[in-house]
């Protein structure tokens, strides 16, 4: 089972704001936005529940339903879209700097 969203999530998701596409032009683009501000520890706790998240075997529809109840203002018109992100930041999350 997944547990709610740590703080440290929700703070991330809120980098994510509507001028995004003024600062972007790629996926990598849009993790290291999201990731403006991220510390080890706050790495730690995003990590260990996007982990839980991305192997839960949601479904597109899921993932867009999670990601409209984040505190964010960015729209993913897709499932598929929200899973590549959450996988990109697991993935930046997870080697150095924040290891």
């Not at 929700?10 to 003024?22: F, I, Y």
């Not at 949601?58 to 990601?67: G, R, Y």
Request: overall charge negative; hydrophobic content about 45%.
């Amino acid at each position: 089972m997944i547990g709610a969203p740590p703080p440290e999530f929700k703070r991330m998701c809120q980098n994510l704001g509507p001028d995004l596409a003024e600062f972007v032009s790629s996926w990598d683009d849009v993790v290291q936005h999201a990731l403006i501000g991220v510390d080890r520890a706050d790495a730690l706790a995003i990590r260990n529940f996007l982990s839980q998240l991305l192997s839960a075997g949601l479904s597109d529809n899921d993932f867009k339903a999670f990601w409209w109840a984040m505190p964010v203002t960015t729209v993913f018109e897709t499932g598929e879209q929200v899973r590549i992100l959450l996988a990109g930041i697991y993935e930046a999350v997870s080697k150095p700097p924040y290891t």
